[in-house]
């Protein structure tokens, strides 16, 4: 699975939140913004002044590292209150 600049920022980091690092790196604020359901990756790249095809690169490098979730395993962790019960 590939990003596109033509996706939402907001659409990307929720698919693959090891995205989130790399526009943090960027110093790019979109995490948490309002706009971020609105904006693509390539009006946020316009926005900040970053290089579009790099940051695809890196957008892309984190999605290929972060690990494949299966039905058995939908992200949550599990715990009892109160602990030790």
Same mark, same amino acid.
């Given at each position: ?25 960027? /110093? ?15 009006? $946020? ?8 095809? /790099?940051?695809? $690169? ?6 290929? /590292? ?6 058995a395993d939908p992200g949550f962790v599990t715990t009892q209150w109160p602990a030790g019960?």
């Amino acid at each position: 699975m590939s990003v596109e600049s033509t996706q939402l920022v907001d659409d990307v980091m929720r698919r693959w939140p090891t995205t989130i690092r790399v526009f943090l790196n960027y /110093k790019m604020r979109c995490v948490g913004c309002p706009i971020a359901c609105f904006h693509t990756v390539d009006d $946020a790249c316009r926005e900040h002044e970053v290089e579009r095809m /790099k940051f695809l $690169a890196d957008l892309q490098a984190a999605i290929v /590292k972060e690990p494949e979730q299966t039905s058995a395993d939908p992200g949550f962790v599990t715990t009892q209150w109160p602990a030790g019960s």
